[in-house]
């Protein structure tokens, strides 16, 4: 099987084969740069799901089986709580289907220059703080701050297994009828 992914970022690549090869898919992963349509820093859930369903239909070519488009950002969970996520969004035939990574806290002193717009993305302030550079296209903050034990690789890995779950499970999620790919 092939499926494109929507992002040429290798966290984000490797992640998204991980999870296929953890469930046993034997699959080709073909990196497609694709525009999100959302800003650099997706905050809000809405906006992160757009982005990854975006990317997903974006990446989409006569050659893939299945596409898929993961997006990172954050949403406001309550008053003065903000929870960092990856969406994965798989579309294999016209199957839409759409999984969440685990969530974590954003600290303070990044999501509030975020949220008042005075700071671009996340990425910026993360490299700020902790003298990293590109940390996005590396570990992400996760993996500043459970010391290396989660880092975004995990995080796009754990989205795409959910985002699979319908795929895996036709006859549960599609119906008696429905045609078995994985």
Known sequence: MRFCVGTKNPGKVRGVELALR???IDAEVVPIPVNSGVPPQPIGLDT???GAR??????CRESC?????????????????????????IRCGDR????LSPGFMIPRRFWEPLVAGEAPELEVLVDEWFGTRNIGDKGGLIS???????DRIH????AVIMAMVPH????????????KRF
């Not at 596409?67 to 929870?83: H, Q, R, S, T």
């Not at 895996?168 to 045609?179: R, S």
């Open 65 to 89: 089986d299945c596409c898929v488009g993961v997006e990172a950002g954050f949403f406001k969970l309550e008053e003065g709580v903000y929870v960092d996520v990856q969406v994965a969004v």
């Open 155 to 158: 995080l796009t890995r754990d």
């Open 22 to 24: 953890d469930l046993g």
């Open 96 to 99: 839409l289907t759409y999984g």
């Open 48 to 50: 992160v799901v757009r």
């Open 54 to 59: 975006n990317r997903a239909l974006a990446s």
């Open 144 to 150: 500043l701050v459970t010391r290396g034990v989660v």
């Open 168 to 179: 895996i499970n036709e006859g549960l999620y599609f119906g008696e009828g429905a045609d």
